[in-house]
């Protein structure tokens, strides 16, 4: 299983990206699928996941309302569109991937993925 994260980069605060992870080696309907950040010494974050049917999405607190995770089954890629940015998303963003026997099940904790991508570093600064 490969998963490539790309769409990082340095934006101003009230900017948008929109980050990829693109997937090989696994039956991309069949893995529920994540999005994590990270900032040095700190603890990594569940910002947003999606089930693999579709039917449970999950956003942390502080991104609800700005992020939009989606999936598009055909190019087995996972974005997640980030609008209205603020410095404190300002962090390293992985991708995760695992299945489950539940098909509307996501999880918001990193230690239930086996799958990770390399990470793509998203920088907000004026």
């Known amino acids: 299983v490969q998963l490539v994260e790309s769409g990082g980069g340095l934006v101003h605060p009230g900017g948008s990206l929109r980050l990829s992870c693109t997937s090989s080696?696994?039956?991309?309907?069949?893995?529920?699928m994540g999005w994590f950040r990270q900032t040095p010494g700190n603890e990594r974050e569940g910002v947003s996941c999606n089930s693999m049917s579709g039917g449970m999405t999950y956003y942390a607190d502080s991104v609800k309302g700005r992020f939009t995770i989606s999936r598009d089954s055909a190019k087995n890629t996972l974005y997640l569109e980030m609008n209205d940015l603020k410095p404190e998303d300002t962090a390293m963003y992985y991708c995760?991937?695992?299945?489950?026997?539940?098909?509307?099940?996501?999880?918001?904790?990193?230690?239930?993925?086996?799958?990770w991508g390399q990470g793509t570093q998203v920088t907000v600064s004026s």
């Open positions: 080696g696994l039956t991309f309907d069949s893995y529920s």
């Open positions: 995760a991937a695992d299945t489950w026997t539940t098909a509307d099940y996501c999880s918001a904790y990193g230690a239930e993925y086996n799958y």
